[in-house]
């Protein structure tokens, strides 16, 4: 009967040492778990900043279209202008001139 003791707290022991090991791996997957986790939250970081440059270069992008289009209309407030003052001009050269003679 002794042995049979000897054996039973045998057992109990490799069991304690499998329930040890068992709780090492839970443990070791839960640090991996963790890291990946980890990894995940940069990554998120790093693609919320690329959005965060993304609309900033988007905004820049139109900024800069603004900055075209007021430039465009200048250019073409500049030539209906030209182009009023080419049309008097014709106007004038069309009139006829009248000439005064002073004889002295």
């Known amino acids: ?3 049979m003791i000897v054996q039973t707290l ?12 068992t709780l090492d ?3 070791q997957t839960l640090d991996m778990i963790g ?10 970081d790093m693609i919320g900043q ?12 139109v900024q800069t279209l603004d900055m075209i289009g007021q430039t ?3 250019i073409g407030a500049d030539i209906r202008h ?3 003052d080419i049309r008097h001009d014709r106007a004038d050269i069309r ?8 004889v002295t």
Do not use: N
């Open 1 to 3: 009967t002794l042995d």
């Open 10 to 21: 045998d057992m109990i022991g490799q069991t304690l040492d499998m329930i040890v090991q």
């Open 25 to 27: 791996m839970i443990g």
């Open 35 to 44: 890291q990946t986790l980890d990894m995940i939250e940069q990554t998120l």
């Open 50 to 61: 690329t959005l965060d440059m993304i609309g900033q270069t988007l905004d820049m992008i």
């Open 72 to 74: 465009l209309d200048m």
């Open 82 to 84: 030209d182009s009023a």
């Open 95 to 102: 009139r006829p001139q009248l000439c005064s003679v002073t």
